[in-house]
């Protein structure tokens, strides 16, 4: 068995953000929101992004190097932000580092089990996390008589990052995507994306109020928030502004002009950085 690479809890050490690329602000936006005090190190793999149209294993390859490059800073708790990542790559990070860790899938299923009275869920997703049946395996474990859909919306990642929200394309392309969805009549609709919160509007419309629109971005931030709490980590000093410090794998224009407009505010810093091979 590998060594984990353990390092010393303080509340004072920053929390990791791992995402494919710039998506994950979203968790990172709601993460800041609901722990204010704390400081954030996110790393966005640009260089290798997008990873929801990649093969499994090399998801998982990807993030333990991205990992591994993050431990450095001394991280008291990683969130893997990217759904991709969190379906195929949890086992091998929980197993190398040893720190928390938190997936976005495990969260978001909770919340859409708790909050279905009818036990059926839809699942929108890249590619990837869709065909890893990632969100239908642990919707199953918290509530065996539930009925799941799934829907991969593959074109939705590229939409947010062009800024086409509000736009009569995304819309189209939208309802494309949900409308076998929605003749299941699905009672929640969990978005299994990091993008998919920046589409909020333009899904709930289509699905209409019946449908519960769940947000992995918001429910992870809670669960953040109370593993650190458990483990007497959360950072109690109060700070006048908000702290994250992007680091990303490509140069990083369009990681600024997309992140500014996700988080809907200046960015501070972003710098570039190599990860390397992880044998
Ligand atoms: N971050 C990815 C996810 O949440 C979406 C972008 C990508 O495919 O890399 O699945």
């Known amino acids: 068995m590998r060594s984990k690479l353990a390092i010393k809890p303080a509340t004072a050490a920053p929390i990791g953000i ?15 929101k609901q722990l204010p005090n704390e400081r954030l190190i996110y790393l966005g793999d640009t260089a290798r992004a997008p990873y929801g149209t990649k093969a499994g294993k090399t998801v998982a390859r990807f993030a333990v190097e991205c ?5 450095q800073y001394k991280i008291k708790a990683l969130v893997v932000a990217c759904n991709t990542a969190s379906a195929y790559a949890l086992p091998a ?25 009818n036990g059926s869920i839809g699942v929108i997703g890249t590619s990837a996390t869709i065909h890893s049946g990632a969100y239908p395996k642990a919707l199953r474990q918290l509530a065996p008589g539930i009925q799941v859909f799934t829907q991969a919306c593959p074109l939705f990642v590229p939409l947010v990052e062009e800024g086409w929200i509000d736009n009569p394309v995304t819309h ?23 993008h998919y919160p920046i ?63 996700i988080l809907g505010s200046e960015l501070g810093s972003v710098r570039k950085v190599r990860v390397m091979e992880v044998t």
């Open 18 to 32: 791992f995402d494919s690329g710039v998506g994950g602000l979203t968790v990172a936006k709601a993460i800041l």
């Open 67 to 71: 990992v591994n490059y993050l431990m």
């Open 93 to 117: 990070l929980r197993e190398r580092f040893g720190i928390p860790i938190l997936g976005v899938i495990q969260p978001g299923s909770k919340r859409a089990a708790a909050e279905t009275p």
């Open 172 to 194: 189209e392309v939208a309802r494309i995507y949900l409308h076998e969805l929605i003749a299941k009549r699905i009672s929640s609709l969990i978005l299994g994306c990091t």
């Open 199 to 261: 589409l909020k509007n333009v899904i709930a419309a289509i699905c209409g109020s019946e449908v519960k629109i769940v947000d992995s971005a918001e429910t992870v931030s809670q669960e953040l928030s109370e593993v650190l709490a458990q483990r007497r980590l959360l950072q109690t000093k109060k700070r006048s502004h908000s702290s994250l410090q992007c680091l990303v794998t490509d140069i990083p224009d369009a990681f600024i002009r997309v992140g500014q407009r």
